[in-house]
């Protein structure tokens, strides 16, 4: 059980006692190692490892595999790949398996090194450790067990030096033939996985080989040490996959999720780099403030202020420099050093300076080397197998009462459970359910009709998250709204609020017996046996369904014409009447090039490929409200959409709405290069999608062109930076440029007292608006508003843009509401005051043309499903926003 908190800026003794022994140390660290005895960027096996280090000459050595020394290349992912098979082949001690692909279809190895008698009996040895976590079961000696580890490494891109240390890591346990790591064998499972991110991991080394020097060069403004745009951090998609642990966006992560859970290893190694001129960094964090609350503090002040011993006295043998219990956190559950805390294990971050290349002048430590940025990540690499074997008793019994206090701790948590579901879209369902068991949280039916908060809940479109459960703090984590902090500037988001990102109506259960129905073991199908009627009248489907978008953009493919609702109607259809909401598609039979054949085969096949109901017109009058034949019915544009990228622009921002419209809507977007756009005919286009960022190659004759263009007709989609520059470009004529900056403290203007320059930093980081959940009020009768059957919508703010609402009463879609507007996250008192009331959708029109403002992220990090339809809406009916 959690001990009791202590104050905020308390450091723990043992956290204290490290502190004052690493300042005392004396170590010459990076400075010598670098300036006063430099080695060159690659360096001999010998140099990585500790003195006497011995191995079997049958296995060979990363250098004599790869017929280089390490360092001396950037080594490419299918040679990463390459040497752990060999490992496997040649040795007992090591098995390799592909745990999934990438987008660009690289193999993601994990190579499993133990004991020849342990490998025999592998799946044994997992299913009892599974076995020993469970509270239902009699509690196992602790200790006779072998310790589980997975040693993950560079799941930046660009962060190299990780999966150079993982082949030199590998290595040593499979071919070390001293008694120590012959121990290590027998009472440790080691997973190593050498590279999470093998699209990134590619695109940096060819990059940083390509532009190799002979003689190398360790000026940093040489090519080598500067990608070009968007560099090798991100993946295919330029996710960042270090923030995608819970939301799973990403097929890499989601292989990765499903290993971990297979396993829950006790240890989680999660290595990076850093800045050319700091030094390394290993954990403890920051203490208490980027701790995150819903974990046991033992895990803090005890386990890890344990293993941060083992990597002093590793990085002090070699002279290298490092800090602790700065910076870096642990409370987002979607990084790699914090997702496995979830499951009982101790994730580590460690962050090593980099040469973002083979050598690279840092300020204050001379020439920073390739070979000695792996040198330090191999040392604490093989401190952590040490100090897991050694501290594997205590690892052991920390795991089975972490799932034992969740079930002590939920049963004194004030919520017994939470509802959820979406009385129309099933397409979001079954995404959230989808999300919830890939998580492995237990889920089960509603049992019986539920109203929580004036929501209603009806069995068969709404289930039940038991807080009782031995994942029950991850699973509070997804559904828990945060207004309470232990600190006030943080290193990313302060909130994760998953059920709000996904605009999942949802509720706590905080009072009696929970309506629990049959516990859910895979996530429900459509019904694919129930055939779409023939229809000689129309094909009709729901807006409300987030699958409604792809369903509409593979119709338009296959040639079939489809016209939009701008008013809710009831249809007389083969089921009776059917109520269709605002934007509901109608693909009336008369209007078609295609065969009526050819038609109803398109509609039933894109309904069973995307699980979107159709429904099938029996008359064009309808049971209420507009007939099918009605003015209301306005034809749906196929937008040809072009999308500048490249150089100066949020490749964050571009990459996210890029996945969405490829792998949500299967649309295919121009996407052209910042230096490219002069080369583009604007009138090919339909839409302009503009993200975050330096918009500068928009200036003189192009910009000129593009109001030219909008004028004319065109759509011109603006997302958070890009719209504060769209309006301050005389493009919105209605709505003003943004105000910005942020208060210097909490103090009203003009009654600012003198501060303390060090405080500076925190003062100023407790204004900026990070990363947090805000109620807004959307117009769902406006275009961009259809398909929402609310007007509840949580949006995503992390920027400072403040606009004022548009001068036209009818084009501020969406706007924080009035009072308090927060849902969760942290944020300032005076910004607070501020966002009550702030825009977060405009629509304006410039002749005969559109400006839409999405003022706020509509698709952050991939997960945001409750607002990216707003981005989708202004593609489809963007050609239909009018200003009254």
Known sequence: MRSTPRPRNALPSRLLA???????????????????????????????????????????????????????????????????????????????????YTYEHRPMPVLTVTAPQNHVRLEEIRQQHLASLDPATPAQAEGDRPAIVHLGYGVHGNETSSAEAAMLTAYWLVAGTGEDVARYRQEGVFHIEPVLNP???????????????????????????????PGGRTNHYWFDLNRDWLPLVNPESRARIDFHHRWRPQV?????????????????????????????????????????????????????????????????????????NFLGGLGLVFEQASARGHIQESDHHGV??????????????????????????????????????????????????WVFGHAVDQTLN?????????????????????????????????????ASQPLYRLARSIFERTESFADSVFYDASTWTTSLAYGMPDGELRSGQLPLGAALTRVPVP???????????????????????????????????????????????????????????????????????????????????????????????????????????RPVRAPRVLFPMGEGLSAYEAGQLWHLLDQRVAMPVTKVDVADYGRADLANYDV????????????????????????????????????????????????????????????????????????????????????????ADLDTTHPLGFGYDRRFLPVWRDHSFFFAPSRNRFSTV???????????????????GRLAGSPSVLADQLGQGTVVLLVDNPNFRGYWRGTNRLFLNALFFGNHITVP
């Open 18 to 100: 490290l502190a004052v022994a690493a300042s005392s140390a004396g170590v010459a660290g990076p400075v010598a190692a670098q300036s006063e005895a430099p080695v060159p960027a690659s360096a001999p096996t010998e140099y990585f490892f500790p003195s006497g280090a011995a191995f079997d000459p049958g296995i060979p050595s990363p250098e004599a595999f790869l017929g280089y020394p390490i360092g001396h290349f950037h080594t490419r992912h299918d040679r990463i790949v390459a040497y752990m098979e060999t490992l496997a082949e040649l040795s007992d001690r090591a098995t390799v398996q592909i745990i999934g």
């Open 199 to 229: 699209d990134g991991r590619d695109r940096h080394t060819h990059w940083a080989n390509m532009n190799r020097a002979q003689p190398l060069v360790a000026d940093r403004l040489d090519r080598e040490h500067n990608e070009v745009w």
């Open 268 to 340: 989680v190694t999660d290595y990076h780099e850093m800045g050319t001129s700091s030094t390394y960094f290993f954990e403890p964090s920051k203490p208490v403030g980027s701790w995150n609350p819903l974990l046991p503090e033992q895990l803090y002040t005890e386990i890890t202020v344990d293993f941060a011993e083992y990597w002093r006295d590793a990085l002090d043998e070699i002279g290298s420099l490092y800090f602790t219990k700065e910076v870096y956190d642990n409370t987002y559950p979607g990084y790699g050093s914090t997702y496995p």
């Open 368 to 417: 920073l080397t390739f070979a000695f940025a792996i040198r330090n990540h191999v040392r604490t690499s093989l401190a952590t197998v040490r100090a897991a074997v050694e501290e594997r008793g205590v690892l052991q019994a920390y795991q089975r009462d972490f799932f034992t206090s969740a079930l002590e701790e939920a049963r004194a948590y004030d919520v017994g459970g």
């Open 430 to 466: 079954r995404e959230f359910l989808d999300l919830l068991m890939r998580h492995r949280i237990e889920v089960h039916e509603l049992a019986t009709p539920q109203q929580v908060d004036g929501t209603e809940f009806s069995p068969g479109t709404a289930w039940v998250v038991p």
């Open 527 to 633: 019904e694919e046996s129930v055939p779409v009627p023939r229809s000689s009248i129309a094909y009709l489907f729901d807006w409300r369904d987030s699958g409604a978008p792809r369903a509409l953009n593979l119709l338009q493919k296959a040639g079939v014409r489809a016209e939009a609702a701008f008013q809710p109607f009831t249809a007389s259809t083969s089921e009776g009447p059917v109520a269709f909401a605002r934007g509901s598609v109608s693909v009336p039979v008369s209007i078609q090039v295609l065969s009526p054949d050819s038609l109803h085969a398109a509609i039933a096949e894109v309904s069973r490929a995307t699980g979107v109901p159709v429904s099938s017109a029996t008359s064009t009058m309808s049971a209420a409200g507009v007939d099918l034949g009605s003015r209301s019915f």
């Open 688 to 775: 302009v999608v503009l993200v975050s960022g330096n918009l500068g190659f928009l200036s003189g004759d192009r910009l000129e062109e593009l109001r030219s263009w909008v004028r004319a007709g065109g759509t011109l989609v603006a997302t958070r930076g890009a719209a504060a520059w769209a309006a301050g470009n005389e493009l919105t004529p209605n709505i003003d440029p943004p105000g910005s900056g942020m208060p210097l403290s909490e103090e009203a203007p003009g009654e600012q007292s003198r501060r303390d320059y060090a405080d500076a930093s925190d003062l100023l980081g407790a204004q900026a608006i990070g990363g947090s959940i805000w109620q």
């Open 814 to 832: 969406a706007r924080l509401v009035d009072g308090d507007p927060h849902l969760s996250g942290y944020v300032s008192a005076p910004n607070r």
